[in-house]
């Protein structure tokens, strides 16, 4: 009921702004939409922190189908891969040896990562970067966002908001490896201070990977009326997708002999939905305040994930909640067991919120308040449809195996200055304060064994500030430095590590965690000389490291350590060598340390569980060296070329520094060649573009992890065992990219 309140709320305050409109002329510039409504979380020239924007002129370079992680791959401090190997489908990125689930993802400012695991699926909304008008990443706690804490980093992403001007965009593409996409736009213009954004498009790839081919259709649609010194939206998008499953690495000797293997061979799918519904009012109150409010509804639901039980052979039927049953063999009662069991895994989720902040500005202060609320309800369930055991009756029917509800809402306010105490010299003073509550409950099945098990009530209250200044050395030179706090929960899968609770579960048994940030650096702003240093160093207490090793369904297994950093330098820089010619690069240099961290082994000969203690070791998929360089070429005004290498040192699988676990250095090179034809073709301005991606067709892996239940130990020798996954990227690929506006 609390949730409904809040969005009744909301809309009429629309509605009261809606009815006093006027016809006022409107201007282009009030086109900007989603600029204006999460202005208060994303960053200012008073509010410096390490990040880089991507326009977008920059996403049109760069994007040509293949996700958010890929697209990103080439900013400082982020490594990404795909578990199919192109890109496309199922992708992950880190931001300095971190994984996604902690970072802060949103759109338009409705957070993106799923609240009880934290984590993002960039394939379920595949292909929206065609209609992203802006990405912007920060590295490091950042400043106050919407959503999950900004640990990581974050990044927030704009959709293209409604314009002045009337265009259609079509475009379409085709690649290695069976990947293509099309897609066409239309934008209305504005009449009558009414105007339409609509899209809609389709990406799909066949997979570098065996049976790894994955199918997204995506749209999106955007309505803006406008009002006197305002504007109030509806933004509506999502995607429908379908993919085959292939999450899980590879041996060393597999990957020697057949390094497209995809250990799941029995048609193991998934397919996914997700809608997201938007409702924004940015208003201007005078020449000092503004105020921008905006309410959403995020509907996900999992259709089908088809999961193959390896394991399943000689299971009691009521392990699958299945009644059990016997046969006569003569005078012998021979009692039934699974065999080959097709279960398919569900999920239902509906998330609902709102945010308002409100903007003071004069000639030295600015200041920004802001609110957040949003509530969270997640069923999850599997059901069984196929086996070659079942009991009579049950064959063809989806006969549900376990039903569990998770529940998790939370607020979070900031409040934000920015002072001038000079024309050179800006200060900022950003605090935030962050609740949420997680409840979980379990249905008690007919024939299951009984495995409701009691998981406490949860709630989390975190105190997040931020400081820091700014020095405008000349028209060109700018300094700055920042310090910050961030603190984050555990997850639903850091509690259960797995689908449902398996035992009983108490909040203490995993500890929130805390990241002390400190960063500092300069930024060259020159028409031939973009240039931006900066170094951190994160000081971490109760991280929640990834041992390694992936659970059942391909999350990672995490645990608490003690005390751990990261400290480094990154580099950005843009460089004129002549008016045709540009050198680009990034650059990050880091040392991740754990100080101390408990593993834990199983004996090779009783399986009883030993813990091991290791001291100052490295952290696991943390390279210490990640650097990309290229050069773009322009010989012609409708020619373009960029030549890209990107190298990434070795880095451990697990945090225990053994050799035996280590991804091996890579270094992959990319060509794009653009031609604008519209010098030849004089409707439509055609766009070609050609892309060849691991030019030279490296070998590599950028990810790997540990197979699950293989960390033993050897009680003769002492002696530990693990094996290696591997994660195979797509040996050399190519796309072609059409785009025609009119």
């Known amino acids: ?47 410096v922190v390490s990040q880089l924007t991507l326009k977008r002129t ?41 994984d996604q689930s902690r ?65 259609t965009e079509v475009y379409t593409g085709m690649g290695s490896f069976g990947s293509r996409r099309f897609g066409i736009s239309y934008q209305s213009g504005i009449h009558k201070n009414f105007g339409v954004y609509a899209r809609i498009s389709q990406v799909a790839t066949d997979g570098y990977r065996a049976s790894s081919g994955m199918q997204v259709n995506n749209y999106q649609l955007s309505l803006a009326y406008f009002i006197p010194k305002g504007v ?26 057949n390094r497209k293997m995809n250990p799941f061979t029995q048609g193991e799918s998934d397919g996914f939905k997700q809608h997201f519904f938007q409702l924004q009012l940015s208003k201007q109150l005078n020449n000092r305040f503004s105020y921008n409010a905006s309410t959403y509804l995020v509907l996900g639901k999992a259709t089908d994930f088809q999961y193959f039980f390896p394991q399943s052979d000689f299971t009691p039927l009521n392990y699958f909640n299945l009644p059990n049953w016997s046969w006569l063999n003569g005078n012998d009662t021979v009692n039934v067991t699974t065999s080959n069991v097709m279960a398919s895994y569900r999920l239902n989720q509906v998330f609902t919120g709102a945010f308002a902040n409100m903007t003071y500005t004069n000639q030295r202060l600015q200041a920004v308040v802001g609110m957040h609320v949003n509530n969270f309800v997640a069923d999850h369930f599997m059901v069984v449809q196929d086996g070659d055991s079942l009991p009579p009756g049950t064959k063809g029917k989806e006969h ?23 024309s050179k010299l800006t200060g900022f003073l950003d605090i935030s304060l962050r609740q949420t509550n997680f409840n979980y409950l379990a249905k008690q099945m007919a024939f299951r064994p009984d495995h409701t098990w009691l998981v406490e009530p949860m709630k989390w209250f975190f105190v997040n500030p931020r400081f820091g200044l700014n020095y405008q050395l000349n028209q060109h030179i700018k300094f700055y430095s920042n310090f910050g706090l961030s603190q ?36 060259v702003n020159h028409p031939d000389l973009q240039f ?71 004996n090779s000969n009783t399986y009883a569980d030993t813990f091991l203690v290791f001291k100052n070791t490295d952290a696991a998929f943390s390279p210490a060296l990640i650097m990309n360089q290229g050069l773009r070429y322009v010989p012609f005004k409708w020619v373009e070329l960029e030549y890209t290498n990107r190298y990434v040192s070795e880095q451990f699988l697990d945090n225990t520094s053994n050799s035996r676990l280590l991804l091996p250095s890579y270094t992959v090179s990319d060509l794009r060649v653009q031609f604008n034809l519209s010098r ?42 693990s094996t290696p996954l591997y994660f195979p990227a797509a040996t050399r690929n190519f796309f072609v990219n059409l785009n025609f506006t009119f």
């Open 1 to 47: 009921m609390k949730s409904k309140s809040y969005l009744l709320g909301v809309l009429c305050l629309f509605y009261c702004h809606l009815v006093k409109a006027q016809s006022d002329s409107v201007s282009k510039s009030k086109g900007s939409l989603q600029e204006l409504i999460i202005s208060g979380i994303k960053t200012s020239p008073s509010m």
């Open 58 to 98: 920059d996403l049109a370079e760069r994007y040509f189908g293949a996700d958010v992680p890929s697209l990103l791959n080439a900013t400082p401090s982020v490594n990404s891969y795909s578990d199919n190997g192109t890109g496309f489908g199922y992708s992950y990125l880190r931001i300095r040896g971190m």
């Open 103 to 167: 970072v802060n993802h949103s759109i338009n400012g409705i957070p993106l990562n799923d609240p009880e695991s934290q984590n993002v699926f960039f394939n379920n909304i595949a292909d929206m970067t065609s209609g992203f008008e802006q990405i912007q990443v920060q590295r490091g706690v950042g400043i106050s966002g919407n959503g999950g804490s900004s640990y990581a980093g974050s990044i927030q992403m704009l959709t293209k908001s409604v314009q002045a001007n009337q265009q």
């Open 232 to 257: 109030i939206a509806l933004n509506m998008f999502g995607g429908f997708a379908n993919s085959k499953l292939a999450y899980a690495g590879i041996t060393a000797a597999d990957l020697k002999n």
């Open 400 to 422: 549900q195996v376990y039903f569990n509800t998770g529940t998790k809402n939370e607020w979070n306010a900031f409040a934000k200055i920015s002072y001038a105490f000079h």
């Open 488 to 523: 984050r929960e555990p997850t639903r899968f850091d509690y259960f590590n797995d689908d449902l609770a398996n035992t009983n579960v108490s909040q203490s048994a995993v500890l929130p965690e805390q990241v002390i940030n400190a960063e500092g650096g300069m930024i």
């Open 532 to 602: 931006a240093l900066n170094g951190f160093y994160m000081y971490f207490k109760n991280q929640i490291a990834a041992t390694g090793m992936l659970n059942s369904y391909g999350f990672p297994i995490n645990s608490n350590v003690g005390e751990s950093y990261r400290a480094g330098i990154e580099l950005d820089m843009n460089v004129k060598i002549h008016p045709k010619l540009k050198f680009i690069a990034t650059c990050a240099l880091s040392q991740n340390k754990i100080n101390t961290i408990t593993m834990r082994y199983a």
């Open 680 to 721: 030849f073709v004089k409707k439509m301005n055609p766009i070609l573009s050609f892309r060849v991606q691991n030019i030279f067709n490296e070998s590599y892996c950028p990810m790997g992890s540990i197979q699950p239940f293989t960390n033993t130990i050897d009680p003769t020798n002492g002696s530990l065992g």
